[in-house]
């Protein structure tokens, strides 16, 4: 293999105590995607022949990850504790002819972007390195490696915190665990390190002090940001890494054309996708891969999760998931679209509405207070307030049928299964049990009865009896003033 070829070596094996979490540290999310799956997508833009990932702890959990990236292995590390360790057994998985570089990555950075990976590498090759570090300067270097430069400034070696001393604690140059290493130099040196410090592991920044020792030329990139190149130990540095990659995205698709009026209370995942002159309006979170196409406005107070919004949609305070929107749609406010919700052009969907598993046909309206579960409603309906399909017999689901140009009245429950034909009507408060043929009007009418005098017998002594008693009262006077009128 060419000297110029590149593998890549990802390190997702340690457990993560500080999360405090059942669920491993590289598998909590931000922007969409698990940390580890930051990381993989970063590493496929850099062309890299091999990509290995170094799993221990819930390591099938972990490899559940992993299997949506493509040509990726994954390496078991043994009970040795320790990067170093890792790292020797992705190696020793690499061909025995590759002779390229190294590059290390933890599945707990994040941030780094291929621009700077790509400078890294660059420096490396340019220096003529064996090995060359990430670094980053900051103001609070507490729990990181510390880089110990020589007086010419050149890399001496790292120094780990729990074995700096004063002084080399109080160096603001932090490593960033982020290493690219000539091959052969790595295998050589990897097979020298120990566990002969406070941590009793197998350190890789060993292998940059023997490097140094042998006289070998080590050399450093500083990241241009240092906030791209911290790893995330526990919730805090989760939840800044969130925010910072969130204003990343943010950033991305306003200078795409995209018009986000608060970026502070508006959430967008790096899976999600905007076109141009989509306007986001406040308090809203598109995440999973929803896309919204050009021209829709979204917000303000919405939810879209892995939803699909069309040209000159409007979606008003909405919790939607999985659903599709047609173009020139309308939802909200207050709706609620469950999986398998579809609107069509120029559809629907109004305040206090939920669909679920449902079609609704071009320009057809569900207004207000209304459920639609496993139903296909066809074009140009309105739906009156409150209708229900009743979907579920306690036992299964079943299927509503809505034809074209169905009008229904208020309050209605079509009990499933039930169709609808082309052109139907329905009166106020009926309940639809039977399939209603195209152009009939169907009415569930009960005669209305008046039992006079229940509320004096059944509910003496309450408020509603002396509203009653006063109404008598007032009726009897009128009638006596009528008859002295006569």
Known sequence: MAHSELAIVILAAGQGTRMKSKLPKVLHEIGGRPLVGHVLHTAQQL??????VVVRHERDRVLEAID???GVEAI???DIPGTGRAVQIAVAALPESFAGDVLVLSGDVPLLDVDTLTSLLGT???A??????????LDDPTGYGRVIRDADGTVARIVEQKDATDDEAAVGEINAGVYVFRAPSLRTQLARIGTDNAQGEMYLTDVVRLLREDGHPVAAAEA???RIA??????????DAAAILNARVIRRWQLEGATILDPT???IDDTASLAPDVTVLPGTFVLGATSVAEGATIGPDTSLVDCEVGEGATVRRTDATLAVIGAGATVGPFAFLRPGAELATGAKVGTFVEVKNSTVGEGSKVPHLSYIGDTTIGRGVNLGAGAITANYDDIAKHRTVIGDEVHTGSHNVFVAPVTLGDGAKTGAGAVIRKDVPAGALALSVAPQRNIAGWVETNRAGTAAAEAVARARAAEKAADGAHQEDR
């Open 124 to 126: 490396h090759r340019s």
């Open 47 to 52: 062309d890299a022949v091999i990509t290995r």
């Open 128 to 137: 003529g390195a064996e090995a060359t570090l990430l670094t980053a300067s």
């Open 265 to 267: 209370t508006t959430w």
């Open 76 to 78: 078991d590390q043994d």
């Open 68 to 70: 949506d990236f493509p």
């Open 230 to 239: 911290l790893g995330v130990n526990d919730r805090v540095q989760l939840a």
């Open 224 to 226: 241009p940001d240092a």
